[in-house]
């Protein structure tokens, strides 16, 4: 069984027989001056090693209050962290990490279009083309591709060329999946591009074998799934699509 936690916009825990995933986490009020969500960090059973991903440094999908967690919240915890995150040597020592070699060791900094083994798992990472990077991930038998910011996006005051620009960088990445059979993906779908919403969905389940898509980045804009769902091109994957209608909600998936 393989249990999903949408705690909010990006962020999600994998739970697995034997390992967690938590990816993008922040808390609720980071962007209080936007919005403000209402994710929960869930229970982490004791008994399973927690890996933590941070796909880039923005407010949305990175919070150094990740790193008190290994003395509060779980005490087998490791950090995947994109490179562009910076973590002042003022900050482990405030959080009581000073010359702590050991939690020093728990953090893997990671660049683009890179392999890397920690422990049990292996980990691709594509480039992002907003920053940081995207995640594919082996663990416990299973492939999850987790985006970050990796997204076709289409901000039409910034032109037709930043846009095809955009949409070839994104192209080129997710390519890097091609031949790959994904079982949980956690895609971009942005209410913000108006139009051009769907452009990064169609192409990567036109293009990638993939069981199970979760949207992310919707600013809690739910309805945007079920208007993705009727379109046309959308026809052949909408069961393939999870409905989101709140944070906090969690699926049960028999492998």
């Not at 069984?1 to 739970?15: A, C, G």
């Not at 890097?176 to 895609?187: E, T």
């Not at 969905?201 to 949207?215: A, K, R």
């Amino acid at each position: 069984m393989i249990k999903v936690t949408y705690i909010q916009h990006s962020s999600y825990l994998v739970e697995l027989d034997h390992t967690l995933l938590l990816f993008d986490y922040f808390p609720p009020d980071a962007l209080s001056d936007r919005m403000v969500f209402g994710g929960k960090i869930p229970a982490f059973p004791q008994d399973k090693k927690l890996y933590v991903f941070a796909s880039h440094r923005h407010r949305d999908h990175w919070t150094p209050e990740v790193l008190a967690w290994q003395k509060t919240r779980h005490p087998d915890i490791s950090y995947i962290l994109s490179d562009d995150i910076h973590i002042p040597r003022d900050l482990l020592a405030r959080l009581g990490h000073r010359g702590d070699r050991e939690f020093k060791k728990r953090i893997h900094r990671v660049s683009p279009v890179s392999v890397y083994r920690i422990d049990d798992l292996v980990i691709q990472t594509l480039r992002s083309t907003d920053e940081g990077v995207a995640f594919y991930i082996e663990a416990e038998g299973l492939h999850i591709y987790h985006a970050g910011d990796l997204h076709w996006w289409n901000w039409g005051e910034r032109g037709e060329l930043y846009c095809e620009t955009i949409g070839r960088a994104y192209k080129h990445e997710v390519n890097r999946l091609a031949g790959k059979h994904i079982d949980l993906a956690f895609v971009v779908l942005d209410p913000r591009m108006k139009e051009g919403f769907s452009y990064g969905m169609d192409y990567f389940l036109e293009h990638i074998d993939c069981d199970l898509v979760f949207p992310c980045h919707l600013w809690r804009d739910y309805d945007l799934i079920e208007r993705y769902k009727r379109l046309p091109q959308a026809a052949n994957f909408k069961d393939k699509i999870v409905d989101l209608t709140q944070e906090n909600m969690i699926f049960e998936i028999e492998e």
